[in-house]
């Protein structure tokens, strides 16, 4: 599917385009590793997203713990294998909530969360695969470490509060050339041992294929527009 063409009527044939586009760029840069397609379900009901679970899609994300709530644990009891993952801030107060829904979160932004996530785990808790959110374009209105604290953050989280970091999330500003982000980012990642890279959106994630991104969050080429 490119640039001006229709898109597909059915979710299917949707989810078939954006997996055919993934294997395109994923060849194009010399690539055999595992891509992972997250289908970001915010603002949809469980009736828009069905049809993907039925095409045989089961990673998807969230932005708010409470929207989570109120359609997940009714489709995950339905269709076992579902992964979700938090692709939105998360305030400390959700935390317990936060970590009873998801599997992943993208979102570990600051010192605080990075606290409160070692005190659940030193009380038992199970705690998720944990991605850091760099903001690579020092953005004050997005959350997320700037990148010259990023290697001290990282530290801090892995040393001081026994953290596993298993990845890195960014959101590139939307008036500046992805390429740039996605760069700095593995760049980020390369230097402190960090395998995995959430990166590229529905716009861009062939580009981030092609920078090494492991996890690609898709939403309106899936869904539609939201409203």
Do not use: Y
């Not at 010399?30 to 603002?43: F, H, N, P, Q, Y």
């Not at 009891?77 to 400390?92: C, D, F, M, R, V």
């Not at 997320?144 to 530290?155: C, L």
């Amino acid at each position: 599917m490119k640039a001006g063409e229709p898109k597909p009527e059915t979710a299917a044939a949707r989810l078939e385009a954006i997996r055919a586009r993934m294997s395109a760029a994923a060849k194009e840069a010399g690539r055999k590793d595992e891509i992972t397609l997250v289908a970001v379900s915010k603002t949809f009901d469980a009736g828009a997203i069905q049809p993907l679970i039925d095409a045989g899609q089961r990673v998807f994300g969230e932005n708010r713990v409470q929207e989570a709530e109120a359609k997940w644990p009714a489709l995950r009891a339905a269709t076992p294998g579902i992964e979700l993952h938090l692709i939105g801030p998360l305030q400390t107060n959700k935390l317990k909530q936060a970590l009873a829904l998801f599997d992943v979160f993208h979102t570990l932004d600051r010192e605080r969360l990075a606290e409160a996530l070692a005190a659940e785990k030193a009380r038992g808790a199970s705690l998720p695969r944990l991605f850091i959110q760099v903001n690579t374009g020092e953005e004050a209105q997005k959350a997320g470490v700037f990148p010259r604290e990023a290697d001290a953050f990282i530290a801090r989280a892995r040393e001081v509060h026994g953290l596993s970091i298993e990845g890195l999330m960014c959101i590139p500003p939307v008036d500046e050339e992805p390429a740039l982000h996605f760069a700095l980012l593995e760049k980020i990642a390369r230097r402190n041992g960090i395998a995995k890279l959430s990166m590229g959106m529905s716009a861009d994630f062939e580009t981030a294929i092609g920078f090494g991104a492991t996890h690609v969050r898709v939403g309106s080429a899936l869904f539609g527009t939201r409203a």
